[in-house]
Every structure is written in structure tokens, then in C-alpha cells.
């Protein structure tokens, strides 16, 4: 258990490290996470595959989604064939707000990596990626569970 708290000790410093060099950019850690996630899918997913490629519920989803609109950065497409099913597309406005915000979360990302060996970089991320990868076969395993 202590291995667990350690990591979300760790996870939490890093978080509110960044949320603090975002503030200037009026931009929270999960909202230019979000911004990502569009820019790399494509500039418009639904907000389950946003749900799922943050991991977070859609309820946490539709509340980041509704700051972000509101700021003017993404908008909103409802699909007429299923009205279960919302789009979200990344604006131009949205993508300059990225491409400013993204180089802040990044240094701080790289300043704090500067304590680890580039061996000990990859090993952590091999390391994570295959703790990522089993929590996340678990979870799929769970929610679809009836």
C-alpha cells in the first residue's frame, strides 16, 4: 500500500505544480488535457471517447466540456441520428489556447524529469505504461460487468 500512496503523493505534487503555472493561462490541467485529447483525435470526438481517453466519468467530462465552451474553445454537435451522443470539436481558438498552454504543463514536465537518468525515464514509463495497461483491462472488465 505504501507504493500506492507514494504515487498518488507524487501524482498530486506534479498536478498542483502544473495547475499553478497554468493559472496566467486561465487553463485547469484536466481542460488542456481535454484540449489534447481532441487535438490528437482528429478535433471532434464524442464525449464517451473523451470519457474513456481520460478516464474520467462522463458526468467530469460534461462539466470540463461545459468551461471549455463557455471560454469559447470548444463547441458542441449534437448528432441528429442518436440524441444519446454529443460531439465535441476543438475551435480555432481552442487550438491557439493549446499550442500556448502546452509548453507551460511541458517545462514543468521536463524540469522535474531532470532528477532521473534518461535509463531511469524509461524504465519509469515502461513501468507505468504496463501499470496503466493492466488497471485499464481491469476496469474495461469491470464496467462491462451487467
Do not use: C
Not at 64 to 80: A, C, N, P, S
Amino acid at each position: 500500500m505504501a507504493e500506492w500512496i507514494s504515487i498518488y503523493r507524487t501524482y498530486n505534487a506534479i498536478f498542483k505544480l502544473t495547475e499553478l503555472a497554468l493559472l496566467p493561462h486561465e487553463l485547469s490541467l484536466p481542460q488542456l488535457h481535454l484540449l489534447g485529447v481532441l487535438r490528437d483525435g482528429g478535433g471532434i470526438l464524442t464525449t464517451g471517447e473523451i470519457g474513456r481517453e481520460m478516464v474520467k466519468a462522463s458526468q467530469t467530462i460534461t462539466g470540463l466540456v461545459d468551461r471549455l465552451e463557455v471560454q469559447g474553445f470548444v463547441e458542441r454537435q449534437f448528432d441528429r441520428r442518436d440524441r444519446r451522443k454529443t460531439w465535441v470539436r476543438i475551435t480555432q481558438s481552442g487550438v491557439r489556447k493549446l499550442e500556448e498552454a502546452m509548453p507551460v504543463a511541458a517545462r514543468i514536465a521536463e524540469e522535474l524529469s531532470t532528477v532521473l537518468t534518461d535509463k531511469e525515464l524509461a524504465d519509469l514509463q515502461a513501468k507505468i505504461q504496463k501499470l496503466l495497461d493492466a488497471a485499464m483491462e481491469r476496469l474495461n472488465t469491470a464496467l462491462a460487468r451487467p
